[in-house]
């Protein structure tokens, strides 16, 4: 059946999903027979990556039509997608989508009195003034209704379509990862817009405070049964609260489901050992000549037949057992963590392994941590322009879009050379070897396999060393040898991870760009326990809070847009009030 949608100022804004299923047309299926509803409130969507969260989003908003079964809503929809395709050349107003409105305001202005003009305009007469707040509240008062959106940064680009969408004040309000490339002023902006909104909001995100906001968390599973949106009243914590009591009774359930296989099997051991006895003694006995040959016949068939029922009996209650107990274990969720020790990239607490000179050129001046300056003094010290990294430190890198963290990373990295850092003006000395996880996980040959890219990043490594540093990272058996191009995303980011840290020589300092945007929450705890096993120093840029806090940051660094770069330790609380 194709989507319905339904408009009603007497009915309250909803979703509806009726056995909902939609696959690709090569055949591959993303959702099955999937049934909900969303009331007016905020639900965060949360998912392993691939479980089609951003395919259900656009189902419901009428970018895809069901395979079978229906999307009904009442109410107008409105859609962020993750990744937006604009007209570089098109003015903010037409994003806005108020541009043929201030076009028809400004000829009536000028003296237009047609129909045409008035019809244009309706009731908006206050387009621009609405547009003005929005963009402000949203953080982009600098931004000109007639500048050309090629000239807006990514997360500028978010925060502007965003508005387009409060502006429309749509009924419902679906959000494919929108705090995507949002630096922290921009994530705050939107988290304030978010809990004011007052119909029926649908968020996809892994953005741990984003969901912290929401009424309802709805889970989507794929499992051997099919799909399942499961919907959890209250925010995340709530969500990982009944979550986690669900799972310890399902692992009870699984236990006793174990326990049930095993004895079932113990009794059918026995009862066939018990039969096999008795049918020995019938041998025997007719053996003797005791009995006539009739009766041992006899005698015999009755006691096949009865070994027979008790078989079928004991093979039952087996199957019964092992039925209940692959039940039990479905409901247990894969929770394995990676487990890996990574003693080769230690570093001792004095040894330097990232100088970083001519910062007072370009990126600088330094800026000290509170506490050592007049409070609000706003005083510069130009003398400290060099970036110094030693030992095992854990190092935050934030600080607004725009502001060149990722250009700092690449410079670091090596990626930048020859003019492009020439004008940068800095000089970067690393001691020990270095891995780099850029924004986009580009670091594999998608033509490998998983095994085959790890191998190349340590090629003096053994198949067997390969192998189990794999399975360390959940690549067991026949996942290590799938090709690099055919991963999931929670997948491909577990083998770029393993590629990165199982490299020879170890890393002794890693350089991460926003490495949790767009990973499950799954992937961002397997992230953390990662790097919870590796021992040298760490840069981090991100604008995820609690996944900074969960890593033991030591040190922030913060990055202005105009250069400046201030530093506080982590005692300091900068992760509390910085962005």
Known sequence: MSRSALSSRSVLPSVVLSDLSFSWPNGHRVISALNASFAPGRTGLIGVNGAGKSTLLRLIGGRLRPSSGSVTVTGDVGYLPQNLTLDAFARVASLLGIAEVLDAIAAIEAGDASPAAFDAVGDDWDAHDRAREWLSRLGLAHVGLDDPVG????????????????????????????????????????????????????????????????????????????????????????????????????????????????????????????????????????????????????????????????????????????????????????????????????????????????????????????????????????????????????????????????????????????????????????????????????????????????????????????????????????????????LSGGERFRAVLAALLLAEPPPQFLLLDEPTNSLDLASVGQLTQALSCYQGALLVASHDLPFLRSIGITRWLQLSRDGRLACEDAGGGAGEHRG
Not at 167 to 191: F, G, K, Q, S, V
Not at 273 to 283: E, F, S
Not at 346 to 368: C, E, I, N
């Open 151 to 486: 000239r807006l940064s990514g997360g500028e680009t978010i925060m502007t379509a965003l508005t387009a969408l409060f502006l429309r004040r749509p009924a419902i309000m679906l959000l494919d990862e929108p705090t995507n490339n949002l630096d922290l002023a921009a994530r705050r902006r939107l988290y304030a817009a978010v809990e004011s909104w007052p119909g029926v909001m649908l968020i996809v995100s892994h953005d741990q405070e984003l969901l912290g906001l929401m009424d309802q968390i709805a889970d989507l599973r794929s499992d051997h049964y099919g799909d399942s949106l499961r919907l959890y009243g209250g925010n995340l914590a709530a969500y990982q609260a009944m979550l986690d009591t669900e799972q310890a009774a399902a692992r009870r359930m699984a236990g006793a489901a174990v326990a049930d296989v095993k004895r079932q099997r113990r009794d059918l051991i026995d009862s066939q050992t018990k039969q096999a006895g008795r049918d020995r003694q019938g041998r025997q006995l007719a053996a003797s000549g005791s009995l006539s040959h009739a009766a041992a016949g006899a005698r015999e068939r009755s006691a096949q037949e009865s070994a027979g029922r008790s078989r079928e009996t004991h093979l039952g209650r087996l199957a019964d057992a092992r039925a209940r107990l692959a039940e039990a274990e479905e409901a247990v969720r894969d929770d394995d963590a990676i487990k890996i020790s990574l003693p080769g990239t230690a570093v001792p607490g004095r040894r330097t392994v990232l100088t970083v000179r001519g910062l007072d050129r370009r990126w600088l001046p330094w800026r000290p941590p509170p506490g050592t300056e007049t409070e609000g003094s706003g005083t510069d010290i130009e003398a400290a322009a060099e970036l110094v990294v030693q030992g095992p430190e854990r190092i935050a890198l934030t600080g607004p879009n725009g502001a060149g963290k990722t250009t700092l990373l690449r410079i670091i990295a090596g990626e930048l050379s020859g003019s492009d850092l020439d004008q940068h003006g800095l000089v970067v000395r690393l001691t020990g070897a270095l891995g780099y996880l850029p924004q986009r996980l580009d670091v594999l040959d998608d033509t490998l396999t998983v095994a085959e890219n790890v191998h190349a990043a340590a090629p003096a490594a053994s198949v067997n060393e390969v192998r189990a540093g794999l399975a360390r990272f959940l690549f067991r058996g026949a996942r290590a040898d799938a090709a690099a191009g055919t």
